[in-house]
């Protein structure tokens, strides 16, 4: 008996996908929901599964660093690089949505905030992030646990510095053992100093995107709290120009 042929449909779960875009708001003239909650909840959903993709390369990137394989890392930096690119791109999307239009539909979302964007805080911790705070958001279960869990093993970063040959021990502040280490690979090897480079492109564009996040949270509430009682911009101001590879741009100072 012939099986039957899998669709399109079927293989990327289409319907499925489809009814998961559930507006809340009701407009008061016609019943039926605002117009901009639809493009809200696609593009934070959308968000969701770029980073789910991201999380799904750093860990093929900590591998490729620990095989030593810097084809391999290269290859998966710039997939990674393409991506933050790419959800740089859609708040573009976003802020085509008016202060007017959001407030139509913001207080629909009750306690719900960007800031409990369990992949975003873990990748943050993959990378090497190691801040406790960022827990608090997230109450006891299986999205905490993940992000606990990326704090407790070896980041992205230590995986780096240790495909790198780099001794030392990564601060905040930069440590001068690391920096040091840097310098050697960067005058006398030039395949790591290029990993080097896209790393730093990788920190880069992890910046880019809370710049730009911070700029449309202002273009969309001002100043105001953001959902859930979180500080909106002002907390996403705070987080701005503070690398997560403070070493790589520490090095910049030795040329």
Excluded at 125 to 134: C, E, F, I, P, T
Aim: glycine share 10%.
């Amino acid at each position: 008996m012939t099986s039957k042929a899998l669709t399109y449909v079927e293989y990327l779960r289409i319907d499925e996908l489809l009814a998961l875009q559930e507006p809340r708001s009701s407009d008061p003239a016609t019943g039926e929901p605002e117009h901009d909650e639809l493009l809200f909840i696609v593009i934070h959903q959308v968000y969701e599964l770029w980073f789910k993709q991201l999380l799904h390369e750093a860990a093929r990137l900590q591998t490729a660093f620990g095989a030593g394989d810097g084809r391999v890392a290269l290859a998966t930096l710039a997939r990674m690089l393409t991506i933050l690119k790419t959800v740089v791109g859609q708040v573009d999307v976003l802020e085509t949505m008016t202060p007017l239009s959001f407030a139509s539909f913001r207080g629909r979302l009750e306690s719900a905030s960007g800031f409990q964007s369990a992949q975003f805080r873990e990748l943050e911790a993959v990378l090497g992030r190691r801040d406790a705070r960022m827990l608090s958001p997230h109450p006891p279960g299986p999205a905490r646990d993940r992000i606990e869990a990326a704090m407790n093993r070896p980041s992205l970063y230590a995986a780096f510095l240790a495909y790198v040959g780099v001794g030392g021990r990564a601060a905040a502040g930069g440590d001068e053992g690391v920096v040091d280490g840097l310098e050697r690979v960067y005058r006398g090897d030039p395949l790591r100093a290029l990993v080097c480079e896209r790393m730093v492109d990788l920190d880069e564009g992890v910046q880019e995107w809370r710049y730009r996040h911070v700029k449309m949270v202002e273009r969309t509430i001002g100043g105001r709290s953001g959902t859930g009682g979180s500080a909106g911009a002002a907390y996403l101001r705070g987080t701005l120009l503070t690398p997560m590879f403070a070493e790589l741009w520490a090095v910049r100072d030795r040329f």
